[in-house]
């Protein structure tokens, strides 16, 4: 049973355009969201995270925005440049294995595509 | 700045044979966690350890076995391996005490033949 779903394989956007980027979660004990970018070859490199005392999250062109209520989070790109075309990870912690017992579980991934 | 190291970076294997994948966490982490990722999969969580500890397991088959030295590098081992076992296996690194960011190695891709 997938968890943490990312329910677009992939996206495609213009150069200079938004980002939006999915991700749905069904297990209500997930407090702590992080996104990951993976190239191919090499691992995924954390992004951006945030705690569920929060709804938004901004670092430069990355924003996550979360909406407890509905499960949901969102990590937007603005302006998307063909450097970020890559495999994104949405991830979660539960509350009660958060420190040294953090395991993630991760989504599929959504593989975005920036056009020049 | 340093980053988790793992090697080796590939491995081709046989079935039954054995392999050992290593990682070297960043400095000063306390927490090394061990990912399998096959293909087109999310990574899964295979096992965890906390200060030369295992502090969590995960979905980690009884022929995988796995510890964190005194270094902290952490070594995972796997015999009478079996198709299925390829896969991409990273390992992570946190600063568990401090926050809940686990940052990743290149991982190791293991074929077996």
């Known amino acids: 049973d997938q968890q943490v779903k990312q329910n677009s394989p992939s996206l495609s956007v213009q150069e200079g355009r938004i980002s939006i980027l999915n991700c749905d979660y069904t297990n209500s004990m997930f407090d702590y969201f992080l996104w990951y970018k993976k190239y191919p070859a090499e691992g995924p490199t954390f992004l951006i995270s945030i705690s569920s005392i929060k709804d938004k999250n901004e670092d430069g062109r990355f924003t996550v925005f979360l909406n407890k209520s509905a499960k949901h989070l969102s990590l937007h790109i603005v302006p998307s440049q063909p450097g970020d075309s890559a495999v994104y990870f949405c991830a979660a912690i539960p509350r009660f294995l958060t420190g040294a017992n953090s395991k993630l579980t991760f989504g599929k991934g959504i593989t975005l595509s920036v056009r020049p | 700045a340093a980053g988790v190291i793992q090697s080796p970076r590939h491995l081709i294997k046989e079935k039954r044979e054995t392999a050992t994948l290593k990682c070297y966490p960043i400095?000063?982490?306390?927490?090394v966690y061990w990912y399998q990722q096959g293909p087109g999969q999310d990574p899964q969580f295979l096992i965890s350890f906390y200060e030369k500890m295992q502090s969590d397991k995960g979905s980690i088959p009884d022929r995988f076995s796995a510890q964190q030295f005194s270094d902290y590098h952490s070594e995972l081992n796997m015999s009478s391996l079996e198709l299925g076992d390829s896969a991409l296996y990273f390992c992570a690194s946190s600063l568990a005490r401090v926050e809940n960011i686990q940052y990743f190695g290149a991982g190791t891709r293991l074929s077996v033949l």
């Open positions: 400095p000063r982490h306390d927490t």
